[in-house]
Nanobody
Framework: HVQLVESGGGLVQPGGSLRLTCAAS????????MGWFRQAPGKEREGVAD????????YYADSVKGRFTISLDNAKSTLALRINSLKPEETALYYC???????????????????WGKGTQVTVS
């Protein structure tokens, strides 16, 4: 049984920082792209960043470039997201997800991800 479990969310003031983590368990060998998404109340789920485990290349949405950093630890089957300079409008449920790629990041294409965690809440206020 493959599972993704996020942690690290919380309440932070505007301009603050958080580090989210995602622990993968079970047989995840077939998944080679890991990503972060977020969904605010009443809004669609949007991609934040993803990374390809094969060469550690990463992709970031324009709105988070320079402030968010995604990191992969293949040995520990964990994914992290460092978030700096948080804004109130970035309050959302942040999800970890996994995809199977032919050899590169998938640029947070929602349909490519078929394994999802339950999310961790980030509130900026």
């Amino acid at each position: 049984h493959v599972q993704l479990v996020e942690s690290g969310g919380g309440l932070v003031q505007p301009g603050g920082s958080l580090r989210l983590t995602c622990a993968a368990s079970g047989c995840t060998d077939s998944y080679n792209v890991m990503g972060w998404f977020r969904q605010a109340p009443g809004k669609e789920r949007e991609g934040v960043a993803d990374g390809y485990t094969g060469d550690a290349k990463t992709y970031y949405a324009d709105s988070v470039k320079g402030r968010f950093t995604i990191s992969l630890d293949n040995a520990k089957s964990t994914l992290a997201l460092r978030i700096n300079s948080l804004k109130p409008e970035e309050t959302a449920l942040y999800y970890c997800a996994a995809a199977k790629s032919f050899g590169a990041v998938v640029k947070c294409e929602l349909g490519a991800f078929d394994l999802w965690g339950k999310g961790t809440q980030v509130t900026v206020s």
